[in-house]
């Protein structure tokens, strides 16, 4: 458990309504992830953060926003949600493992509904 | 560019040895990293390769041959709890902590 914790669990809102998902971790991790995860597409990396408003885009940021102004939350945006957006999103921390790399953690994940 | 490919499902007894394959093309090579991810749940970290061979961690196996871009998922004496996707996933090189998912693959254990 790498004390990952993500709200909501599931939403569902209508087409043009902002939506911002939290990620919260407790282990001061330095890097942070959005993913969303569709079927057909595997998991595809929209933003990341290598440290408190330090952020970069992934393979499919647009449409998206994130934020970190502090350590423990990583904030992903949906501006104006469109129906092309509905999937599952994690968020993942990286860690190190014993005589390796950092790898990945992920979190419960936020089923999210745009109608 | 990154392409990773692996077979979108396969299914297997109860019991048996199952083998997903991975293959990759990136633009670097740090590592390659095999996950779990049941339906409806998050994916968790089975294995990592980074050297050539085989590493083995419990009924799981994973093997890399980076001169090949190949790599497999040993799964051993399945059981019914082995039904899952199984992602492969590659770090495209020094200094970078990203991650590229391949598609995953579903298999099915039947009886």
């Known amino acids: 458990d790498a004390g990952i914790t993500q709200s909501p669990r599931h939403k569902v809102t209508e087409t043009g309504t902002p939506v911002t998902l939290r990620c919260h971790q407790t282990?001061?991790?330095?890097?942070m992830y959005w993913y969303r995860q569709d079927p057909g597409h595997g998991l595809r990396l929209i933003h990341y953060?290598?440290?408190?408003?330090?952020?970069d885009k992934g393979e499919v940021s647009d449409g998206y926003s994130v934020s970190r102004s502090k350590t423990e939350d990583f904030l992903l945006t949906l501006e104006s949600a469109t129906s092309s957006q509905t999937s599952v999103y994690f968020c993942?921390?990286?860690?190190?493992?014993?005589?390796?790399?950092?790898?990945?953690?992920f979190g419960p994940g936020t089923r999210l509904l745009v109608l | 560019g990154q392409n990773i490919d692996q077979p979108t499902e396969m299914t297997a007894t109860e019991g048996a040895i199952v083998q997903i394959n991975c293959t990759y093309q990136t633009s670097g090579f740090n590592g390659l990293f095999w996950y779990q991810q049941h339906a409806g749940e998050a994916p968790t970290f089975l294995s990592y390769?980074?050297?050539?061979g085989l590493e083995e961690k419990g009924r799981f196996s994973s093997f890399l041959s980076r001169s090949k871009g190949y790599s497999y998922l040993l799964l051993k004496e399945l059981q019914m709890k082995d039904s899952a996707s199984y992602l492969c996933?590659?770090?495209?090189?020094?200094?970078?902590?990203?991650?590229?998912f391949g598609k995953g693959t579903k298999l099915s254990v039947i009886p």
């Open positions: 390769n980074v050297l050539d």
């Open positions: 282990e001061n991790h330095r890097y």
């Open positions: 953060s290598y440290g408190v408003k330090d952020t």
């Open positions: 993942a921390i990286s860690d190190l493992l014993a005589g390796g790399p950092e790898t990945q953690y």
């Open positions: 996933a590659v770090s495209p090189g020094a200094g970078s902590y990203q991650l590229t």
